[in-house]
């Protein structure tokens, strides 16, 4: 099922980055320091880069992932355009998985970087309930919130789309995607959320 979310979310994706003009495709993301290029040159590297080349460029990179992730959305983020979204699309179903991490971790990537470009280029495009709802659970979970530098203590958050709630304490309430946003440490529009609650986060990191 997750990775039919996977696949489904690829292509839809796909369909919406066909529909931007040359300045949306260069407009900033909500991943920091990234263009919307960059960002669907990273969500396509594991698509494009076979194991042992992905192994070469992390070497290159130190080791770091963070550093050889940024060089390859930032020079792969010039490659056509059409090339790119055709490999989202026409590789839809290829089963990668994160480094250490499963079909979820997957999924959440799939879609907390597809949010990074349709939410900041505002174009209303709706992930449906469940696939949603797994990505809440797993950025809600304990790995992602130490990645991220979140702390969820004393705060509900409260999804106003659909029928999820995490937490205990002050309520929190936004859509499911903004509240994605919000957990993954991205920029929210003023007025996203309401309720008493506040969320202390340690800030965007990828």
Known sequence: MISEWIAADRRDLAGALDGLT?????????????????????????????PPRFLLRLAAAGGSFQKMSDGVARRDGELPRAQLIATLRDRAA???????????SSLTHQVVHGLDITAALGTGRRIPDEPMAAVLGTVTGPQSTRHFGVDLSGVQLQATDLDWS?????????????????????????????????????????
């Open 22 to 50: 040359a300045a949306q495709w260069d407009a900033p993301s909500l991943c920091d320091g990234w263009a919307v290029r960059h960002v669907v040159a990273h969500l396509t590297m594991p698509l494009r880069y076979s």
């Open 166 to 206: 995490y937490g205990q304490g002050a309520p929190l309430r936004g859509t499911a995607a903004d509240l994605i946003l919000l957990v993954t440490g991205r920029r929210l529009a003023e007025g996203a959320l309401s309720g008493p609650g506040e969320l202390r986060t340690g800030g965007a990191r990828r």
């Open 94 to 104: 290829y089963p990668w998985k994160p480094p250490g991490g499963g079909l979820e």
